[in-house]
């Protein structure tokens, strides 16, 4: 995520990362310096709370798309 966002100059932006050992899935946010990550493990024998999990993270991109244009 720090890589993306000095790569693209985007010190700004909200950048959202996903990671997966394919059965536990964790994700953060990086703003600035200040990194989130979400406290909760998502696992794949729980697909409804993985699949909400990600659709909030896609749709918080989406707004934050918006927000720049």
């Known amino acids: 995520m720090v890589a993306i966002q000095k ?13 997966s050992n394919g059965q536990v899935w964790q994700f953060g946010k990086l ?13 794949i024998s729980d697909l409804e709370r993985l699949y909400s999990a990600i659709n909030y993270v896609f749709s918080q991109c989406e707004l934050e798309l918006e927000t720049q244009q």
Do not use: A, M, P
């Not at 790569?7 to 990671?19: A, R």
């Open 7 to 19: 790569l693209n100059d985007q010190s700004e932006q909200t950048i959202f990362g996903i990671v």
């Open 31 to 43: 703003k600035g310096n200040l990194y989130t990550r979400e406290i909760n493990n998502y696992t």
